[in-house]
T-cell receptor, first 113, second 111 residues
Framework: AQSVTQLGSHVSVSEGALVLLRCNYSSSVPPYLFWYVQYPNQGLQLLLKYTTGATLVKGINGFEAEFKKSETSFHLTKPSAHMSDAAEYFCAVRRGTGNQFYFGTGTSLTVIP | NAGVTQTPKFRILKIGQSMTLQCAQDMNHNYMYWYRQDPGMGLKLIYYSVGAGITDKGEVPNGYNVSRSTTEDFPLRLELAAPSQTSVYFC??????????FGPGTRLTVT
């Protein structure tokens, strides 16, 4: 079975500070991993994804994530937070041969000026 | 390309009424999905489809039905609306093994 755990439903950072949003997954087979961002009253849009290959993945808006198989983690980071980063972030996993995506419960990021 | 479109954007239903949420995509994706999003609960999969004529249940299918007669369209039917179905509904599509593209959502209230 697949599942996704996002630690911290709310995270606050100061503008210019490091952003770290945590995601751990469980999967019986090598997974595909995703981070999505959701702005208020909008649908989800893809930030970045890991399928195969390089474990450090770079996405849009300066975000990146590292797939660590030994830790079953796929944490999202950004070196310097911007006010426009305030949003809800979702981690998702898909089993490589499966049809379904499993989402975490989301982390709401607040950026303090 | 319009991507994934959903109609309506908002709807208020009375208990026991029925309605269909429309979803269409113009990216020729085989895979399509319906989710509901409730506060603090993330997204829960209702139904999905791997191609025209093929649908399957997700985590929370009770109270809903779907059909997939064409690659482009994937409507979600609520037969007897209940307050527990008050939620935001998202449709998404994807190619095999890659990311999903989401529609803007339908906000449904059942009173």
């Amino acid at each position: 079975a697949q599942s996704v755990t996002q630690l911290g439903s709310h995270v606050s950072v100061s503008e210019g500070a490091l952003v770290l949003l945590r995601c751990n997954y469980s999967s019986s087979v090598p997974p595909y991993l995703f981070w999505y961002v959701q702005y208020p009253n909008q649908g989800l849009q893809l930030l970045l994804k890991y399928t195969t290959g390089a474990t450090l993945v770079k996405g849009i808006n300066g975000f990146e994530a590292e797939f660590k198989k030994s830790e079953t983690s796929f944490h999202l980071t950004k070196p310097s937070a911007h006010m426009s980063d305030a949003a809800e972030y979702f981690c998702a996993v898909r089993r490589g041969t499966g049809n379904q995506f499993y989402f975490g419960t989301g982390t709401s990021l607040t950026v303090i000026p | 390309n319009a991507g994934v479109t959903q109609t309506p954007k908002f709807r208020i239903l009375k208990i026991g009424q029925s309605m269909t949420l429309q979803c269409a995509q113009d990216m020729n994706h085989n895979y399509m999905y319906w989710y509901r999003q409730d506060p603090g609960m993330g997204l829960k999969l209702i139904y999905y489809s791997v191609g025209a004529g093929i649908t399957d249940k997700g985590e929370v299918p009770n109270g809903y039905n779907v059909s997939r007669s064409t690659t482009e369209d994937f409507p979600l039917r609520l037969e007897l609306a209940a307050p527990s179905q008050t939620s935001v509904y998202f449709c998404a599509s994807s190619t095999l093994a890659h990311e999903q593209y989401f529609g803007p959502g339908t906000r449904l209230t059942v009173t």
